[in-house]
């Protein structure tokens, strides 16, 4: 009878259900293609043979050749494989380390937790994508230089989001009642951050995958990321654009492919601001 | 004269289930009428039916009539437009009820003049007499919701709820939580409604407000109504055994328990001083709790009851004095009852896997959580929900039996029963007293002075330092007074 | 104390531009000092003492330590020097630049609280229904768009294909339209979103309820009570949007050629001129900071709770 006379409209848990499950078709199917399709179709994302340029499919090249005769079925599918692996080292580290830092901070409290969150806020400042440009102009090799500018930009919002969970659950009665029952800290993480932290975490890692591969993209596009001639999809679109006249499948290829996994990774992330 | 009359309400959900059968009311001017019931009764469903406000997943059958015109109760539309000119709605919770980025008298002033239409500056000065006549100054009208205390609060809704002209007002369990000088201040609060000629329909729980109000009576449990009448009548001479188990659920009428020989000290705080946030609330007290004592505390929110126990419980360091705890005993043996008993459970977790585990780290056997659920009253069922899927009656039980699994020796328990509906509340407290028969020390932490003068061995009133804590030096905050 | 904190934040934004620019000068590939001094006086004209003294100038040998310590001293007097490959002072540089984006910062802002919020709220008051259903859809497909792809499509569709305006340029009001519309409606998905659930949970409110039964119209409820406290999540994410608004301005400044700090700042990096990049990253941050710190001020008027 709580807010007898306010009552209704209560958050439809089951729409974010469906969505999930959807996104996460989405992922599936573009990260199944990148592994699986160089298995059905041997071939390689190199070979050039320019009379082929801008060529349509063919049993080699399911999807037609790009404009300097290379396989675009061959091209996209190592390109699916290239950014999700960057993203997914980059969201593996940046979650550990939000996770053990986003923990600390709320659990010592203090400096450390000031301190922490003096360097969160700051990193919050600065534009994610100049912040992975100057790691790359520091990092040697590309790939490498990319996982550690975005960890360095992932782990904030996994360290926000830990240490405003677990303090929230820290200072709950539930808590209190377990550690006056004789439960150690151990219990406590296990029974009740865990359970708190883990589907938050998911989300996150959802988001911030997005947030990487369009990271990549981005700077692909505009010349700053991969080198020529990596397959990867922003520097894919930026090589087709010109030649959308006369092969506009070529350039909707990797449009198409990028934004079913972003959709994916979107949906899974359900409704978040940011 | 005839305010509001009801013909045959009644309410369903969307699968055609009523959930509240056909009921007929009569409200008249200068004469409450108190709807009567538990958590579950239906008595929130009538009201809303009667005022077009059901949730849009239920739907309402029958004719009221308001303000010498027929609404058909199928139509729930048809009623916005009596909404504060013919029907007042007083919120349950007025500190939620008011809109907290808006001065208190800009939100009276705006139904002067939306409502009545008056000019802005008329309206303005309409508002503020409103407040005026409820005690409330030029400088409270000027403050944020947040700046205004509950009682006050209470008061501005009052005053912008009637401001459009209704002379009906209906008051949905407006005592909810609420300490007794509270609950006597909102009686006195709604009577003035039928001073002018007005109606009052008062829906409560609450058995003092409702003995307070006086007037015409309907008892409802489950969608129906038990009986109705004068509500001196029935008060003093229920028919229906029901109403008469909601009576005697009312602290005022529990019998008093019996006093017995305290045994040895428990938990003792000497020269103890409790402060938050830098502000001592309780300074220089010295108590002892025995075993198999119940020791009542009351006062005013705020005013250091929960950090007292915490204190004695070892999970608030107090800001002087010392808190000594009987020796040779676990610490597991002093326990906590919450008032949110939801809040103190793992909230994904499933009951009877939080209970397994309190179990296994007392060595508790299977067979003996077993014989606690049925000595509680508590169905084996429950245990495969999570805490938010239970009543609020049977979550306090169950965190009363993972209470006993660790042997208590001290219990604080902190508004335990403030939730809970009355007949469910005797429940609750009764077994308190049990655990207390059995050795237990038990602090008893309630708002209802009635409650703790039939439960408490001695009780211990905190006083709040009032004004006198804005100048520095606050007086001994506590008054110790042996009752019973 | 809200301002205190910021300008705490400002001084590690600071710090932390310092100390990764740094890095990045430190980590210039071998021949930087050359190719310096060849962007400074021409080819012809480098010999090695022109770059042994661009490398003692920028502190290219010796310890690391004081060479920092230098830099952050430089930094903190506002002294960022001069650009590597212009030679011109790096403040009057970015001055000149920023004019070019503010102009297309405000146009995408302004134009995503033109078509967010509006939607956001007419979708909120009926949850669930045909508009909001919709929206949802809408946002989410233009969250999973980034703005690169976004400005992509719309050159392809609108520029290419139709005609209408021109893919590139500056000056005329309609060369700001493409661009900042690829800036807005990403922005306006979050905020339509942020706008949606805010008035969903306002219009639960008991104090919503209330002011119905006050005897509110809902059109009135919507003015008096609903807007404001929409108002104040819809702020607090402004200041938040900042950052993606930035991340926007370098990408789609460079798709479209538009003249502002943007365009010069990939320009900087892929030179590696980082005197430039250290001026563009610090106004950047700071400017989070001096934004959010105004919104901290306008909450405080709106919301006297002290919230946010």
Redesign the interface.
């Known amino acids: 009878m709580s807010g007898a006379l306010a009552a209704s409209g209560a958050a439809p848990p089951r729409r974010r259900a469906g969505g999930f499950a959807v996104g996460a078709a989405l992922v599936l199917v573009t990260l199944g293609f990148g592994v699986l399709a160089p298995l059905v179709v041997a071939g390689d994302p190199f070979t050039q043979s320019l009379t082929k340029a801008l060529g349509g499919p063919d049993a080699a090249a399911p999807f037609g050749y790009d404009h300097l005769g290379r396989s675009l079925f061959h091209r996209l599918a190592h390109a699916l494989r290239l950014s999700p692996a960057i993203a997914a080292a980059a969201v593996a580290t940046a979650g550990a380390a939000g996770l053990l830092l986003g923990g600390l901070a709320a659990a010592r409290g203090g400096w450390v937790d000031r301190a922490l969150t003096l360097v969160a806020d700051a990193l919050l400042a600065l534009p994610g994508l100049l912040l992975v440009l100057i790691v790359l102009a520091i990092m040697p090799g590309t790939a490498l230089g990319f996982w550690a500018g975005l960890s360095l930009v992932l782990w904030v919002e996994f360290f926000r989001l830990t240490r405003a969970t677990s303090r929230a659950v820290l200072a709950s009665p539930a808590v209190e009642a377990s550690r006056l029952l004789g439960f150690g800290p151990l219990y406590v993480l296990r029974r009740h951050l865990w359970p708190e932290i883990a589907p938050v975490m998911l989300t996150a890692a959802a988001f911030g995958a997005a947030t990487a591969i369009m990271a990549i993209a981005a700077l692909g596009f505009v010349s700053v990321g991969m080198r020529a001639p990596t397959p990867e999809l922003g520097l894919m679109m930026v090589e087709l654009l010109p030649y959308w006249r006369e092969a506009p499948f070529a350039l909707l290829t990797p449009v198409i492919a990028t934004f079913t996994l972003l959709l994916g990774l979107i949906l899974m992330a359900g409704d978040r601001a940011r | 004269m005839t305010l509001l009359q009801a013909d045959d309400v009644a309410v369903f959900d969307a699968s055609g289930r009523a959930l509240v059968h056909p009921v007929s009311l009569r409200l008249d001017a200068g004469a409450p009428l108190v709807v009567l019931g538990e958590t579950g009764s239906g008595k929130s469903l009538l009201a809303q039916a009667l005022m077009g406000t059901l949730p849009p997943e239920l739907w309402a059958r029958g004719r009221v009539r308001i303000a010498e015109a027929e609404h058909d109760a199928a139509q729930p539309q048809g009623f916005r437009r009596l909404w504060g000119r013919a029907v007042a709605v007083l919120p349950q919770e007025p500190w939620l009820s008011l809109d907290p980025l808006m001065r208190a008298r800009a939100q009276v002033a705006e139904a002067h003049a939306l409502v009545r239409g008056l000019a802005p500056v008329a309206a303005r000065r309409a508002a503020a007499a409103d407040l005026a006549a409820l005690g409330l100054g030029d400088e409270a009208g000027r403050r944020y919701p947040h700046e205004l205390s509950g009682g006050m609060a209470q008061r501005v809704a009052f005053a912008a709820a009637r401001a459009g002209g209704a002379r009906i007002v209906v008051a949905d369990e407006p005592t909810k939580g609420l300490d007794a000088a509270r609950r006597d201040e909102v009686a006195r609060l709604l009577t003035r409604a039928l001073e002018t000629g007005g109606g009052l329909l008062a829906i409560t729980h609450d058995l003092a407000l409702a003995q307070l109000l006086g007037g015409r009576l309907i008892v409802m449990r489950e969608g129906a109504v038990v009986e109705s009448g004068p509500l001196a009548e029935i008060f003093a001479a229920p028919q229906a055994d029901y109403t008469q188990k909601l009576l005697d659920a009312d602290p005022a009428r529990w019998p008093r328990r019996a006093r017995r020989a305290a045994g040895p000290s428990v938990v003792e705080g000497r020269r103890l001083t409790v402060s938050r946030g830098g502000r001592a609330l309780v300074e220089g007290l010295d108590l002892t709790l025995r075993a198999g004592e119940i020791v009542g505390v009351s006062g005013p929110s705020g005013c250091g009851k929960s950090s007292l126990g915490d204190a004695l419980l070892g999970l608030h360091a107090p800001a002087c004095g010392a808190v000594r705890r009987i020796e040779g005993v676990a610490r597991t043996a002093f326990q906590k009852l919450y008032q949110d008993p939801v809040s103190a459970f793992p909230r994904r977790r499933a009951l009877g896997a939080t209970l397994a585990d309190v179990a296994r780290r007392f060595g508790r056997r299977r067979a003996e959580v077993e014989a606690l659920l049925a000595r509680l009253d508590l169905a084996p069922a429950l245990l495969a929900r999570r805490p938010e899927q239970v009543s609020g009656g049977e979550l306090q039980r169950l965190a009363l039996l993972r209470v006993m699994l660790a042997e208590p020796r001290f219990l604080f328990a902190d508004e335990p029963t403030s939730r809970l509906d009355p007949i469910t509340q005797r429940g609750v407290i009764d077994l308190i007293a049990t655990l207390a028969e059995e050795g237990c020390s038990v602090l008893l932490v309630s708002h209802d002075a009635a409650l703790l003068d039939r439960t408490a061995d001695w009780r211990m009133a905190l006083g709040g330092h009032g004004t006198a804590e804005a100048a520095g030096r606050a007086a001994p905050a506590v008054a110790l007074g042996a009752a019973g | 104390m809200p301002l205190l904190s910021r300008a705490?934040?400002a001084l590690?934004?600071a710090?932390?531009?310092g100390v990764?620019?740094f890095?990045?000068m430190r980590?210039l590939p071998g021949d930087a000092a050359w190719r310096i001094a060849a962007g400074r006086y021409g080819y012809d004209n480098v010999d090695a003492a022109a770059a042994a003294s661009v490398r003692a100038e920028l502190g290219l040998d010796g310890p690391a330590l004081p060479a920092l310590l230098q830099w952050l001293g430089d930094l903190f007097r506002l002294d960022f020097g001069v650009s590597l490959v212009s030679g011109q002072p790096v403040a009057a540089e970015l001055a000149h630049q920023l004019g070019a984006s503010l102009q297309l910062a405000l146009a995408a802002v302004a134009l995503s609280l033109l078509i967010g919020p509006p939607l956001g709220v007419a979708a909120g008051l009926r949850?669930?229904g045909a508009l909001d259903r919709a929206l949802l859809v809408a946002a989410?497909?233009f969250?999973?768009?980034?703005?690169?792809?976004l400005a992509?499509?719309l050159i392809?569709l609108v520029s290419?294909e139709l005609g209408w305006l021109p893919a590139a340029g500056h000056g005329a009001a309609r060369h700001v339209i493409l661009p900042s519309l690829a800036l807005a409606l990403g922005l306006a998905a979050?905020s339509a979103?942020?706008a949606r659930?805010a008035t969903?949970e306002i219009?639960?409110?008991?104090?919503?309820?209330?002011?119905?039964?006050?005897?509110?119209?809902r059109g009135?409820v919507l003015w008096?009570?609903g807007l404001?406290?929409v108002a104040?999540p819809l702020l607090t994410?402004l200041g938040?949007?900042f950052?993606?608004l930035?991340?926007g301005v370098?990408?789609v400044e460079?798709?479209f050629g538009w003249p502002g700090i943007g365009h010069a700042?990939?320009h900087a990096?892929?030179a590696?001129d980082v005197p430039v990049?250290q001026g563009?990253?610090l106004m950047?941050?700071?400017g989070?900071?001096a934004v959010?710190a105004a919104i901290d001020i306008a909450l405080r008027r709106?919301?006297?709770?002290g919230a946010a």
């Not at chain 3, 969250?143 to 792809?149: D, E, K, N, V």
């Not at chain 3, 219009?203 to 119209?217: D, I, N, Q, V, Y």
């Open positions: 705490l934040q590690a934004v710090l932390l531009v990764s620019t890095a990045m980590a949850p669930g989410t497909a969250r999973a768009t980034p703005q690169f792809l992509l499509v392809v290419v979050t979103r942020i659930d969903t219009a639960a409110t008991a104090f919503w309820r209330f002011a119905e039964f006050k005897g509110l119209s009135q008096r009570h404001r406290n104040v994410l938040l949007q950052v993606t930035v991340e370098v990408v460079t798709i700042l990939v990096i892929f590696r990049v563009a990253a950047l941050g700071l989070f900071v959010n709106i919301d006297p709770r």
